[in-house]
């Protein structure tokens, strides 16, 4: 009998286990609208960037504002407050120990006027670009919008919550809290002090968890039917002379649902100069194509003389009788995207991607938005010569987004998930929603010409396969014109999620994880190691993450970890073995870990942070950065055939002419 209820105690914790493993393929909700705010001859914007109050949560008791209904009048009424500037992380802004650690939730609040014009013929609309991790937004007390997801967009209808030329408040709440099915993941828990217990917050990857509103809060204005989706595919042929934009419009409001067949959309496309090229008017679907003849295509930064070129269209949507309803303008570049399994080509030319893994992070602001900040990064960007960096390890600004565009300047879209493990059928559904909220945002930008859909997950776990099959299945079909990748530092020989990729990348420090030190053991573990990914799944292979930390101003000879000299050395070492593997075709980038030294969690292995840059914090080069300098526009040299700044070598000596002893030669 006792054997009998010992085996079926098994049994039944057999099948539990076995029902938790079960991960299915469900749908995920779809976003709708999230277009850029942009102001037209239809469309108001107004931002609610500033200093807003800020109130923090007992740690101890997270929800109780949400009991308390602190949304319900000023926050000042429920607490002190202190001024805390928006958009920016709010970690780093005060001088208390307390709120730089804070775990669990923080609350904003401001005051906004609305004019009496905004009443009439209207629809108000609320966004915020980036709120981490969670949000919950309340206007004058009444609930408008839940949003779960940092480092996107997310909006609502807010005309029917507003006070018309009147006084308005908007309160949010913000929770950090990172668990096992976030995205990233973390772990919460209690632990003891020396006055009682302390809320901890875990997690496995190497960055700062910093939290708030990270981005811009615009209020903006549409007219009642108005344009809420657009998205644009682009090719180009014959000879790369002749482009075509295929376009899709999706309308919403009264006159949409009433009188659909009376809805058409008017295009026209003008080129850098202002001068209309293009236009012409849709059917009753809102769709169709844009022959662009004598096409000026979109080249990536220092393959073509002129990079980064943009045609405006501007969609015009018209009702019945040809009355205007609503304007909308974004940019294009026409662009095509192939590769196969051993290139990856744009306008028909195959690209050697050289840059950086970066983050978004700064001293003070943290992860907030920084116009200056986002400029100067730019400048050191095409100031070294690279032509893409991957945005590591979630989403970016959408106004960054917008300035790779502009500047040439290709993007790996990489989404939240990073040292993703413990699989399950919860973290499936928001990876995927994590993914498809990205695409949403950004399917329409010609710099973003891959996407990655994590960074380092457990590719060798249980259940890796299926749920890295489904994740990659799904980015497919929301856009299939951009190759697939992840960056996997999982070993080839145990990895499960290759194959359901179309560009492997991977990450490997030899000579600093690896072998510490060791500068004999560099370059041909990485030749064996990227020959043996592409002979595992015979695709094209990026190594996407190498690199040492590096303080600086420290330097030895020899060279000696964590000195500018190691960093040097480290980085022509691996220069070595992708030379011998470009020779090998398949072998198609090199991606620098980090583009600047960035903040982490405390750790005695990181002193102030992670210094694996090759620029500070401060966004100044290391010893490092002018190697790589030299490197990047030599390769583009080669590759691209661009041509080199007169700055790239420093003068030294002319060997060319014959030396004489006379001092007047001298």
């Not at 891959?450 to 299945?473: C, H, K």
């Not at 041909?524 to 600086?552: C, F, H």
Request: proline letters at 4%.
């Amino acid at each position: 009998m006792a054997l009998w209820l010992s085996s079926l105690v098994i049994g039944l914790y057999i099948l539990n286990f076995t029902l938790a493993l079960i991960i299915v393929n469900k749908d995920v909700k779809t976003s709708r609208g999230m277009l850029y705010p942009r102001e037209s001859e239809t469309r108001e914007v107004r931002s609610l960037d500033g200093i807003w109050n800020f109130v923090c949560s007992d740690e101890t008791n997270p929800t109780q504002g949400i009991r308390d209904k602190w949304f319900d009048d000023d926050l000042s009424k429920s607490r002190p407050i202190i001024p805390m500037p928006v958009p920016a992380s709010y970690n780093d802004i005060t001088t208390e120990r307390s709120l730089r650690d804070h775990v669990g939730t923080v609350w904003y609040d401001r005051k906004f006027f609305v004019p009496r014009s905004w009443e009439k013929d209207q629809r108000v609309w609320l966004r915020f670009g980036s709120v981490h991790y969670e949000a919950f937004v309340w206007i004058n007390g009444e609930s408008a919008v839940k949003h779960e997801m940092g480092h996107l967009p997310f909006e609502t209808e807010v005309t029917h919550l507003l006070k018309y030329g009147a006084e308005n408040r908007i309160t949010v709440m913000c929770d950090n809290a990172l668990i096992q099915t976030t995205v990233p993941q973390g772990k919460i828990s209690e632990v003891a002090n020396d006055g009682g217990v302390t809320i901890i917050q875990s997690y496995t990857f190497d960055f700062f968890n910093y939290a708030g509103i990270h981005r811009s809060v615009h209020l903006y204005t549409t007219p009642k039917t108005f344009i809420e989706e657009v998205e644009i595919q682009t090719k180009l042929s014959d000879n790369n002379s002749v482009g075509y934009i295929d376009y899709s419009v999706a309308v919403n409001g009264t006159a949409a649902n009433e009188a659909e067949n009376a809805l058409y959309v008017r295009l026209k496309l003008f080129n850098r100069e202002g001068v209309q090229v293009v236009n012409t008017t849709s059917d009753g679907k809102l769709e169709g194509t844009l022959k662009v003849s004598n096409a000026m295509p979109w080249w990536p930064y220092l393959m073509h003389s002129d990079p980064g070129y943009l045609y405006e269209l501007e969609i015009q949507l018209h009702g019945a009788n040809e009355q205007l309803l609503d304007v909308y303008r974004l940019k294009v570049g026409l662009r095509t995207l192939s590769w196969s399994n051993t290139t990856f080509q744009i306008n028909g030319k195959p690209v050697y991607f050289r840059g950086f893994g970066r983050h978004e992070d700064s001293d003070v602001r943290g992860k907030g938005l920084d116009n200056a900040l986002m400029v100067r990064d730019f400048n050191l960007i095409k100031w070294i010569g690279a032509n893409a960096y991957r945005t590591s390890h979630y989403p970016y600004s959408e106004e960054s987004m917008q300035f790779a565009d502009q500047h040439g300047i290709m993007i790996i879209d990489e989404c939240p998930s990073v040292d993703t493990e413990n699989y399950n059928q919860a973290l499936l559904d928001k990876h995927k929603s994590s993914l498809e909220q990205l695409i949403h945002r950004d399917r329409n930008h010609p710099s973003v010409v891959m996407w990655s859909i994590a960074n380092e997950p457990r590719t060798g776990q249980l259940n890796a396969d299926t749920y890295f099959q489904f994740v990659a299945n799904y980015t497919r079909s929301l856009d299939s014109s951009r190759p697939i990748t992840a960056a996997i530092a999982t070993p080839w020989t145990d990895d499960k999620a290759g194959r359901y990729l179309d560009i492997i990348s991977f990450n490997r420090y030899n000579a600093w994880y690896s072998n510490t030190g060791r500068m004999d053991m560099v370059t041909q573990r990485v030749i064996d190691e990227a020959t043996a990914w592409n002979k595992k799944y015979g695709k094209p292979v990026i190594m996407s993450e190498y690199g040492a930390d590096t303080l600086e101003g420290l330097h030895l000879q020899p060279s000696f970890v964590w000195s500018e000299e190691f960093q040097s050395e480290v980085f022509s070492r691996h220069f070595k073995a992708f030379d011998a593997l470009r020779r090998k075709k398949w072998f198609i980038g090199e991606f620098v870990w980090n583009f600047a030294d960035f903040k982490t969690a405390q750790s005695y292995t990181r002193v102030g942070g992670n210094k694996k840059g090759v620029f500070t914090r401060a966004r100044q080069p290391k010893a490092a950065a002018h190697l790589l300098r030299q490197r990047y526009f030599a390769l583009g040299r080669e590759v691209d055939q661009c041509s080199l700044p007169e700055d790239l070598f420093t003068y030294i000596v002319d060997v060319g002419g014959s030396i004489k002893n006379e001092s007047g030669d001298l």
